[in-house]
Structure formats: C-alpha cells, structure tokens
C-alpha cells in the first residue's frame, strides 16, 4: 500500500509494536489474529456457529435452556415452602440453582 510520497507502508490498522510506523510485523501480528479467530470456530470455517458444545466444558444451547429453566424451578419451589421469601433471595436461589445444574451437566458431558 503507497502511503504519503510514495512510500511502502504495511496493510495493517494498529501499529503493534509501537515503533511509530506501520510494517510488515504489524502486518504480520494483525494476520495471526485473523487465522487465530478462524481456526478457532470449530471446524476451522469463518462464520460457523455450531449448537453444540466444543468438549471444552462448554454446555449445549439445549443443556442451557434446562438449567436456566431447573433453577427457575427451583426457586420456585422454595419460594413456596417459604411464602415471605424476599424476591432477590428468589433471583440468587434461581442463579444458584441454574449454576450446580450447569456444573452437574458439564461434569456429566465429560
């Protein structure tokens, strides 16, 4: 790329490495980030958004959705042993509950 009288200067955006220009190791530092987040996706392809889970503890979408709904159940079956229950100590035992869920389904899926 021609910069200002026609100098060479580099493609990248940021100046990485702080040294005042624009060149070929910014170059070079802005393309591993960009195959480091291709290669990241599962399956190395750009845009792939998969539903399951990657084998890195990660939960399915579906895994999720029945923790969030176990721990709303959850608190909600406590909420009616003890009626005068403050609604943020509903939020807390709903979180609680969806989080021993989460960690009981991610230690099942290994």
């Known amino acids: 790329m021609l910069g200002q009288k026609g100098k060479v200067t580099g493609m990248a955006m940021y ?3 702080h040294d005042g220009k624009k060149d070929m190791l910014d170059d070079y530092v802005e393309y591993r980030m ?3 987040s291709v290669h ?3 399956g190395g392809r750009l845009g792939n958004h ?3 889970g990657t ?3 990660n939960l399915s979408t ?3 959705i029945f923790c969030t709904v176990g721990g709303m159940l959850f608190s909600g079956y406590v909420s009616t ?3 005068d229950m403050p609604a943020f100590l509903m939020v807390l035992l709903w979180f609680l509950g969806s989080g021993v869920l989460a960690a009981v389904c991610s230690s099942l899926k290994k």
């Open 81 to 83: 042993c003890f009626p």
């Open 34 to 36: 960009y195959q480091d």
């Open 55 to 57: 084998g890195n503890g």
């Open 15 to 17: 100046d990485w490495n």
């Open 50 to 52: 998969s539903s399951r």
């Open 40 to 42: 990241s996706n599962s």
């Open 62 to 64: 579906g895994a999720a």
